[in-house]
């Protein structure tokens, strides 16, 4: 066996809930989910089409934060919050206790807020150093009565203007129908010049969200922790928060791996996971301990095909236990040059809807 790592995302290949999302559908009535859904909308316009300077995907929870403040969010809440809705990927509690047993590091790295990310994390019994997330002290900030009602007053607008659509291959602005246009113009206004202008507008320059280079800064921080080299590490993600994640493991050598991801984790991963429980993970992560990289790759390829992928010797017991698991289960693995690229992104969002609901998968 080899020296390895593993890192994963917490929402999706660990948790089912997307937890901002639902703080909003649960706090910011009326609307909350509706005004979620169009500023991640938003969030993913300003990282992937605009590439805005000094934005990344996942920033969504920084431009949130005004208004769960607005409506009387508070850590604690948040905290018990998590704890209460917490809906935690079929088979993934069974699935790290067998990785934590191999005794290589794991690594939790997500855009959930602290609150969040710790209540998964502590369930499935990662150490505490080993939780790397947005950290947010809501408590710290104060807002006037005035300015809540002025963001209440937003989240209506937001969530009464027209969708935010974008379409496949937009490259600017211009590319959006003029009604998604009318709303991002909308939300320009308010999130880069009526927030700011506000007292609780400090929070914008005071809550980093880890998500696109921040993550990929966070899996080189969890590497110098540990020693490991990247080209002996496995990332796991499932969203456009994990592109750049992915992006820097693939330079170094290791391994990225979409997990029920959306199209924008199919198109950045080496390998392409669709599975209702967690254990394909247990599995690709056995065979990369053992045979490196480029037998899970060699496997992506030969999946399906009679012959198709050498035979991959495991000890007994690592068979056994990670076979039990995924009996009865469904695990497709697709390589990143798989021909059917749409059907398999296809296939990959809709059993993350299967799994997480639509709205949850709808989201970047």
């Known amino acids: 066996m080899r020296n390895i790592q593993l890192d994963t995302d917490c929402e999706g290949p660990l ?33 992937d089409i605009l590439k805005k300077p000094g934005y990344k995907a996942g ?21 018990e919050y998590s704890l209460k809705t917490l809906k935690l990927m079929p088979g993934v509690e069974k699935t790290y206790k067998f990785l934590h047993a191999q005794e290589f590091p794991i690594f939790e790295i997500s855009t959930s807020y602290r609150q969040f990310a710790e209540a998964v994390g502590k369930k499935l019994g990662f150490k505490s150093d080993h939780i790397i997330c947005t950290e947010l002290d809501l408590d710290r900030y104060k807002i006037s009565a005035g300015e809540a009602a002025e963001l209440r007053r937003f989240i209506e607008e937001i969530a009464a203007a ?17 009604a998604a246009q009318e709303a991002i113009g909308r939300c320009d206004r308010i ?21 696109g280079f921040e993550k990929a800064k966070a899996l080189e921080e969890s590497l110098a922790k540990t020693g490991v080299s990247m080209a002996d590490t496995i990332y796991v993600g499932d969203s456009i928060t994990d592109v750049q994640a992915f992006e820097a493991v693939r330079a170094g050598g290791g ?48 999946a399906g095909k009679p012959g198709g992928s050498r035979n991959l010797v495991l000890p007994e017991a690592v068979i056994d236990y990670i076979g039990s698991g995924l009996q009865g289960g469904i ?8 021909p059917k690229k749409d059907e398999v992104a296809k296939e990959s969002t809709a059993m993350r809807a299967k799994l997480r609901g639509a709205a949850i998968a709808a989201l970047g």
């Open 59 to 79: 920033d969504t929870l920084k431009l949130i934060l005004p208004f769960l403040k607005a409506y009387g969010l508070t850590n604690a809440r948040i905290r």
């Open 255 to 302: 391994l990225a791996i979409s997990f029920n991801g959306n199209r924008y984790a199919v198109d950045a991963a080496q390998v392409i996971v669709v599975a209702d429980t967690a254990w394909p993970i247990a599995l690709l992560a056995s065979i990369f301990s053992y045979w490196g990289k480029e037998s899970v790759l060699d496997l992506a390829a030969g």
């Open 191 to 211: 999130f880069w010049e009526r927030v700011p202008e506000m007292d609780i507008g400090v929070i914008y320059q005071e809550v980093n969200p880890i998500g």
């Open 15 to 47: 948790a089912l809930n997307d937890n901002a999302f639902e703080l909003c559908r649960d706090f910011l009535r009326p609307g909350g989910d509706r005004f979620f859904t169009q500023v991640s909308r938003y969030d993913d316009y300003l990282a």
């Open 331 to 338: 695990f497709n693995l697709y390589p990143a040059d798989t």
């Open 162 to 178: 027209p969708e935010i659509e974008l379409p496949v291959g937009a490259k600017s602005l211009d590319d959006l129908p003029v």
